[in-house]
């Protein structure tokens, strides 16, 4: 199939594509890496009357680490995360969901902010940006603005941004001394969508978790918070006698926590199984990964 006519704007600036946006509002789409957008018009789901293609604007493309956090820009592509032993280092979860995110050729080409603003509840960055409390930077011919992860996914495909706005970076908690992360996710076959994934963040000191954060993904209309079940975890000794009964209560607590539903590919229960077995893997992995022994539940 073939698209719907469009009007096609490259702008030469931030500013530039804020006015365009502003123009024209909802009948305005950016153009980032296309993996989404590009289908989507072929197929006539999509029918903007102009498209804007950030792609060359340089101040989007930065990557900046300070003050223990990474501030990555909108328009660098999610290979990056698996090709920069620095990105790697600092940002041990998002390099551990990466491989997973469509394949290696989509990665060249899709973009961080891009993934992030389709807001796709089965979407792997987003649930990597919502585990680490990781925050967006959306600008505007009004100025600009912080909006924390939990608040940026609404629904299933609709993030917080306003038509006329641009997310222009993406601002990633660094990974910092204790802390472990893992992350699973079980799919049909490689580079489909995953049925339910989860990623866990811990903080280990003393031989105790002292703070953890646990995120379950694809498994309700957008990326949520098992905050209930990773408050179990914090005092346990995750590698004693009672750590067996915490990591199994708490993915206990997250399977409950999930919102999943029917679809062809597979039932409301099996996803809420899924949650459960995949929770105590990626706790393992998060504990074992603080200790420095691991990094991914794979």
């Not at 041990?92 to 990665?107: D, M, Q, S, W």
């Not at 990626?282 to 200790?291: L, N």
Request: include cysteine; charged fraction near 20%.
């Amino acid at each position: 199939m073939k698209p719907p006519p469009f009007r096609y704007v490259r702008p030469d600036s931030v500013e530039e594509a804020l006015a365009v946006l502003s123009e024209h509002g909802e009948e305005a789409k950016v153009l980032a890496g296309g993996c989404s957008l590009v289908p989507m018009l072929n197929m006539r789901l999509a029918r903007p009357e102009v498209l804007v293609d950030v792609n060359r604007l340089e101040a989007l493309s930065g990557v900046a680490c300070d003050n223990g956090s990474v501030t990555i820009g909108a328009t660098v592509r999610q290979a990056a995360l698996e090709r920069s032993p620095q990105l790697r280092r600092e940002l041990p979860l998002v390099a551990a969901c990466t491989p997973y995110i469509g394949h290696f050729v989509t990665r060249n080409r899709g973009t961080i902010g891009g993934s992030l603003a389709h807001a796709d509840a089965r979407g792997e960055l987003p649930l990597a940006l919502v585990t680490l409390g990781g925050s967006v930077l959306a600008q505007s011919q009004r100025g600009q603005r912080s909006i924390a992860a939990e608040d940026l996914f609404v629904y299933h495909f609709t993030s917080a941004l306003a038509h006329e706005e641009l997310l222009t970076a993406v601002h990633w908690p660094a990974a910092g001394p204790g802390w472990g992360y893992g992350f699973a996710e079980t799919a049909q076959r490689h580079g489909d969508y995953a049925l339910a994934m989860v990623a866990c963040a811990l903080a280990r000191r003393d031989g105790a978790v002292v703070e953890a954060r646990l995120g379950l993904g694809a498994v309700a209309d957008r990326p949520l918070l098992a905050s209930e079940a990773a408050e179990v975890l914090v005092g346990q000794d995750l590698g004693g006698p009672a750590g067996d009964g915490a990591v199994a209560e708490a993915a206990r607590l997250a399977a409950a926590a999930a919102e999943p539903f029917d679809d062809l590919h597979a039932s409301a229960a099996y996803r809420r199984r899924l949650v459960a077995v995949l929770g105590e893997q990626v706790i393992r992995a998060a504990w074992e990964s603080a200790s420095g022994t691991s990094g991914s539940a794979g």
